[in-house]
T-cell receptor, first 113, second 110 residues
Framework: GAGVSQSPSNKVTEKGKDVELRCDPISGHTALYWYRQSLGQGLEFLIYFQGNSAPDKSGLPSDRFSAERTGGSVSTLTIQRTQQEDSAVYLC???????????FGSGTRLTVV | GEDVEQSLFLSVREGDSSVINCTYTDSSSTYLYWYKQEPGAGLQLLTYIFSNMDMKQDQRLTVLLNKKDKHLSLRIADTQTGDSAIYFCAEKTGRRALTFGSGTRLQVQP
């Protein structure tokens, strides 16, 4: 596609429920990244996929967070048993290669009530 | 570990120059970036500089890099109200994902 597409754009969920966030990267981009932006904060790195290599999961804050990337394209970030502190904007980005600049999606705003 | 720091807020008058500063700690950074985030939107890449350069100019934007002091700056000439946004610097080392600063909110007063 023309840009990085994320869905849903907004998600309100009850504490303890699981949520899935989706990211469609730019076609042909081999690298895909998930970041989290909390209110008034910078971007916190979560996870990074590069081609067929094992993902860099070093930023995932707890084992409630997981992500997968199917067929080297679409990625899903799953948060299990959501907590209020998970409320944030979840941003996905892709790049043609690891050295390239990132193109970001508009994000999914997650609110846990 | 790596760290990127920015001041939180900058206010300028329309037509003035804005200078947004950033410091980083990883001396092996290869690329340094500036991104712009407008309200409700994702981040937009503005410009980047390779670590063996000390200056890059692109229309109204000038990036200065002092590698010795690990200091990066973004100068916006003739700042307009449309430049009001949050500006993030980011550094890249090796094949790791970008590390971002916490962002500088630029407010342009008419």
């Amino acid at each position: 596609g023309a840009g990085v597409s994320q869905s849903p754009s907004n998600k309100v969920t009850e504490k303890g429920k699981d949520v899935e966030l989706r990211c469609d990267p730019i076609s042909g981009h081999t690298a895909l990244y998930w970041y989290r932006q909390s209110l008034g904060q910078g971007l916190e790195f979560l996870i990074y996929f590069q081609g067929n290599s094992a993902p860099d999961k070093s930023g995932l804050p707890s084992d409630r967070f997981s992500a997968e990337r199917t067929g080297g394209s679409v990625s899903t970030l799953t948060i299990q048993r959501t907590q209020q502190e998970d409320s944030a904007v979840y941003l996905c980005a892709s790049s043609r290669d690891p050295e390239g600049g990132y193109t970001f999606g508009s994000g999914t705003r997650l609110t846990v009530v | 570990g790596e760290d990127v720091e920015q001041s939180l807020f900058l206010s300028v008058r329309e037509g003035d120059s804005s200078v947004i500063n950033c410091t980083y700690t990883d001396s092996s950074s290869t690329y340094l970036y500036w991104y712009k985030q407008e309200p409700g939107a994702g981040l937009q890449l503005l410009t980047y500089i390779f670590s063996n350069m000390d200056m890059k100019q692109d229309q109204r934007l000038t990036v200065l890099l002092n590698k010795k002091d690990k200091h990066l700056s973004l100068r916006i000439a003739d700042t307009q109200t449309g430049d009001s946004a949050i500006y993030f610097c980011a550094e890249k080392t090796g094949r790791r994902a970008l590390t971002f600063g916490s962002g500088t909110r630029l407010q342009v007063q008419p």
